[in-house]
């Protein structure tokens, strides 16, 4: 069994390997934060997370383990005004989009955890 650094070395086809994951996940998650800053836009985040129609929802996540504290610790810094979804990474905005966006899971599948067909197009499936 090999061993040592040429044991990991890279290939043409791993180096692009790396470079579409890093793709698919940066563009990726801008994505999702483009879509959620069309529905909260980030000035007023602050206010709408801890309004009376969503901070009981997001208590229900964290009650439910949905949200931990590091995420939770995100949603709500020290400094109210200072929060920032340039700190939420894939798996809370998925959170926030499914339970306080007003997003319904596509209609194709009606649940967010099966993959809607190819044919549909709304921003739910998109984000799926």
């Known amino acids: 069994m090999a061993s040592g650094p040429a044991a990991f070395a890279s290939t043409q086809e791993t ?33 709408v997370l801890s309004s009376p129609s969503v901070l009981p929802t997001l208590e229900f996540l964290k009650q439910k383990k949905v949200l931990n504290s590091l995420q939770w610790g995100k949603l709500f810094p020290a400094v109210a005004s200072s929060v920032s979804s340039a700190n939420f990474d894939g798996t809370l905005l998925m959170v926030l989009l499914r339970n306080i966006c007003g997003l319904c899971p596509p209609d194709s599948t009606g649940s967010w955890d099966e993959l809607p067909p190819d044919s549909d197009n709304s921003t739910e499936a998109n984000i799926r």
Do not use: E, K
């Open 15 to 47: 180096t692009n390997y790396a470079r579409l994951c890093r793709l698919l996940v940066d563009v990726g998650f801008t994505v999702l934060r483009d879509t959620f800053h069309s529905i909260h836009p980030p000035a007023n985040l602050h206010v």
